[in-house]
């Protein structure tokens, strides 16, 4: 069996105290042990890793992504949400597998480099004769070497039916109904150490139809799957739910069946406190990805309301064509910049901050049996941020280094006692050859996208 033993780091395992000076044993793909001081009963056959210098924390989890965006990045740039959308369904209209593999292989990797070890990833534009496009993501995903959580989105509702997007990019309830189900069947692993998990998530209410919503949970609670879905992002939308449906976004979620512990939204900016006990009530999750929601000045989430009344939060970096480069690390200083800059110095805490990347990621995954803390028993995904470096070792509090400061580089990502970076580096494939199939994939979205607009 594979054992690591890590040593002289400091650790925070986001439940339970902090370590100053601490050990992790790794046995196989899970955590043995951790504790103060050097490991008892020394290393043994063990691979030893030095952790001197380094802040140890559980692996960062993304509840919110579109990585298919990484090939139309930096688009409408200064577009609201609706603008945004529009400029952009048509170029993504083109998209075919060969796209989509080269965006997530470069957005995965990069995903890495900032300590994330699962991330979800909402892909719901599937044009017709364009290949197995979640097949190409889950693939990328099991070259990175990061557990993945697809989520099979959907829409149905376009501009002939009031909705946003235009006809051509949206698909027919049975036919989604159906690859939803064939994407659970080929991919869903439900294991604990699950590398895949799918889940179904039509993508907003301004583009699915309430039938869509309201099959799609039934058919994900058949199968025992999350729902995930865009829920009060902007104003517009609220205006949209008014107006289309006489009730605001998280009334209409509630009507159709979409609360519970087994559904996670994105964003939730816009919330009445009705909302937010709704929500807590029913365990309802909630993605914030306080740098999109910035670029589109969508507006800021009501974290700390949200905490205080018992909602989950997690954390999200969303798609790269409305948040480009977004690191997942520094989604935890941008969430706490905003929150402060609102509310005042104490609205948000490093270190809770820290468990929204973490834990609060878990449990939008339905995973915290599993992951988001270090603890025995849970899964070895964790990283080792190097927090020494001739600037950063002035700062005493490496948890204040790694939230409040520019992002560490990770000396170590462990997925399962695998590593996936090493001092910065990805490990399981090139990241020079990661980094060019981003590249390539965008210029070959262009050039598709301008072949069909001919
Ligand atoms: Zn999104």
């Not at 204040?400 to 695998?418: D, K, N």
Request: net charge negative; aromatic share 4%.
């Amino acid at each position: 069996m594979n054992e690591i033993i890590i040593e002289n780091a400091y650790i925070a395992p986001v439940a339970g105290p902090e370590i100053e000076s601490g050990y992790i044993r790794i046995e196989g793909d899970r955590i043995a042990a951790l504790g103060p001081g050097p490991a008892p009963g020394g290393p043994g056959g063990a691979t030893r890793i030095d952790g001197t210098g380094c802040l140890a924390t559980p692996g960062l989890v993304n509840t919110h992504h579109h990585l298919y965006q990484w090939a139309s990045q930096g688009l409408a740039q200064d577009a609201t949400l609706f603008e945004w959308l529009v400029a952009l369904y048509r170029v993504w209209a083109a998209m075919d597998a060969d796209v989509v593999k080269g965006a997530a292989t470069a957005g995965l990797g990069w995903l890495a480099l900032s300590g994330c070890t699962t991330s979800s990833d909402h892909h719901y534009v599937f044009p017709q004769g364009r290949g197995d496009l979640l097949a190409a993501s889950i693939e990328a995903a099991r070259e990175v070497g990061i557990r993945f959580h697809p989520a099979r989105g959907s829409m149905d509702r376009g501009e002939s039916r009031g909705g946003l997007p235009p006809d051509v990019v949206v698909e027919r309830l049975d036919d989604i109904l159906a690859a939803t189900a064939a994407a659970i069947e080929a991919h869903h692993d439900p294991s604990f150490s699950s590398m895949v998990r799918v889940a179904v998530a039509p993508c907003s209410p301004f583009t699915a139809s309430a039938e869509l919503m309201t099959e799609s949970a039934a058919l994900a609670r058949a199968a025992g799957v999350r729902l995930h879905t865009h829920v009060a992002e902007t104003l517009d939308e609220d205006e949209h739910c008014m107006e289309q449906f006489g009730m605001r976004p998280v009334d209409y979620m509630e009507k159709l069946g979409w609360l519970g512990p087994d559904v996670w939204f994105a964003h939730t900016v816009h919330l009445r406190d009705a909302d937010i006990g709704k929500l807590a009530a029913t365990g309802t999750g909630s993605a914030h990805c306080p740098s999109s929601n910035g670029r589109l000045g969508a507006g800021i989430a009501r974290v700390p309301e949200m905490l205080r009344r018992g909602v989950n939060v997690g954390l999200g970096v969303d798609g790269s064509a409305s948040s480009e480069l977004t690191l997942l690390a520094g989604e935890m200083r941008q969430a706490l910049l905003f929150q402060r800059a609102r509310h005042g110095p104490d609205a948000l805490t490093a270190r809770q901050a820290l468990e929204l990347a973490t834990l609060g990621g878990a449990r939008n995954l339905g995973r915290e049996d599993e992951l988001g803390t270090l603890e025995p028993g849970k899964l070895a995904d964790l990283v080792l941020w190097r927090v020494d470096g001739p600037f950063t070792a002035a700062v005493t509090d490496p948890v204040c280094a790694l939230v409040l400061g520019p992002v560490p580089t990770p000396a170590r990502v462990l997925v399962g006692g695998r590593s996936v970076v090493v001092d910065g580096e990805l490990r399981t494939v090139s990241q020079d050859a990661a980094g060019r199939a981003g590249a390539d994939a965008r210029r070959r979205l262009m050039r598709l996208a301008e072949d069909t607009g001919r």
